[in-house]
């Protein structure tokens, strides 16, 4: 398999038509190419006029350990090129940053993931480059989490930085394909380019997408640890919402989630005895774990890990990562109605309303936990009809069969 970097790079006629432009790179630490040179330093090498690069939450360097933790513009000390952050002070492109550029590659390792915060920032430099008649070309890479689509679509007024328009938890599109979706979607005049992987099969296993064995995994961001992370991801992320432990802090954070006065052993019997046809396609293993930094910090947590790895018990198609986290949350509100569950904080610039909310784009969710009359197929009734009507709009923006 090829992703967009290693084409652009191998094949000049594509690179052509930067010749004697401006151009900018947007990049995170897994912006790197098939022997790991980052992306920054090979487009150099080959001679593209790199005149300022960008930083998506995290920051380029990947240092940013949390939610709302901003980086600052710098200057980067190799090549000299502006690094301008996209998660400080500014989330959206400015004028000043704009002048700096004719053509921005974007070249981000994403998660597939409506939360997951590099396709809202893909979002905004598209409008930003449609706004002022700048060209966006996207070096396409895989989406680990492979096409099936699953989770509640994001409601009107629940846009927000991890809601960039109406879309499932879990898409099923590579950036590539997703920028597609947003210049129809928001009517956006804009020249935009994929360059398209090669040989990316995503309904192919074992990797589904992910060329394992071929190609080295590193983190996008700090808690994106390995592909099984971003396997289970679309579910785990909601534990950010809870007062649970997501696992940050420990090594092994997004798969697994836990907090000091719960009984993991319950909840697992509770969601095998209330859903077990969510829990298709995975494995559930009890596991204890304290936190070093984070919730529940230094405290023995009691908790559950969701294995996806293993083809023994792996079903790509059957598992359904939102649906196994959010049986989580609802056996753990049938075994402790009154447990604290939701954390009340501010998420990714949102201060008036719940996290579990904002991340789910609606309170739907919640409201289904929450309710004790409520069943799965009550909860099926909302998502099916969402799952479906995105599989079928999604259709005419696949690059890759």
Not at 109 to 130: K, M
């Amino acid at each position: 398999m090829k992703f967009g970097i290693d084409r652009l790079l191998e094949d000049a006629s594509l690179r052509a038509p930067l010749e004697g432009k401006r151009v900018a790179l947007v990049a995170h630490p897994a912006s790197v190419t098939r022997n790991l040179t980052h992306s920054l330093d090979a487009l150099i090498g080959v001679g593209v006029n790199i005149t300022a690069t960008f930083g998506p939450q995290h920051g380029m360097r990947g240092d940013k350990q949390d939610n709302m933790v901003e980086s600052r513009d710098y200057t980067d000390p190799v090549h000299g090129a502006p690094v301008f952050s996209l998660y400080g002070d500014q989330r959206r492109p400015t004028g000043q940053m704009m002048s700096t550029f004719d053509v921005v590659l974007i070249d981000l390792q994403d998660l597939g993931c409506r939360i997951y915060t590099f396709i809202t920032t893909l979002l905004y430099v598209i409008e930003a480059c449609a706004k002022e008649g700048k060209e966006v070309w996207v070096l396409d890479r895989p989406n680990p989490a492979g096409r099936p689509v699953e989770g509640l679509t994001l409601r009107a007024g629940w846009e927000s930085f991890v809601g960039a328009g109406p879309i499932p938890m879990r898409h099923g599109l590579t950036l590539g394909e997703l920028g597609r979706w947003f210049i129809d979607h928001y009517k956006l005049d804009v020249a935009y380019r994929v360059i398209e992987m090669e040989g990316y099969r995503p309904n192919e296993a074992p990797g589904y997408g992910w060329p394992i064995g071929e190609r080295t995994w590193v983190n996008p961001s700090p808690n994106a640890p390995n592909l099984w992370m971003a396997r289970a991801y679309a579910g785990t992320v909601m534990v950010e919402g809870a007062t649970l432990s997501e696992g940050r802090g420990t090594t092994r954070p997004l798969e697994i989630f836990g907090a000091a006065d719960i009984n993991a052993r319950d909840v697992i019997a509770e969601m095998r005895a209330f859903a077990p046809h969510w829990l298709k396609g995975c494995s559930l293993r009890e596991i204890w774990f304290e936190p070093t930094f984070h919730k529940w910090e230094g405290q023995l947590c009691h908790g559950v890990q969701i294995h996806c790895e293993d083809p023994a018990y792996y079903d790509h198609e059957a598992f359904k990562p939102w649906r196994v986290q959010a049986l989580a949350f609802k056996a753990i509100r049938r075994l402790y109605p009154d447990y604290e569950l939701w954390r009340e904080f501010a998420y990714e610039y949102v201060f008036d309303k719940l996290a579990i909310d904002v991340i789910n784009g609606g309170p739907l969710l919640r409201e289904w936990v929450d309710d004790p009359n409520t069943a799965p197929g009550d909860l099926d009734a909302l998502t099916l009809p969402d799952e479906a009507a995105w599989v079928n709009e999604r259709a005419k923006y696949l690059l890759y069969p």
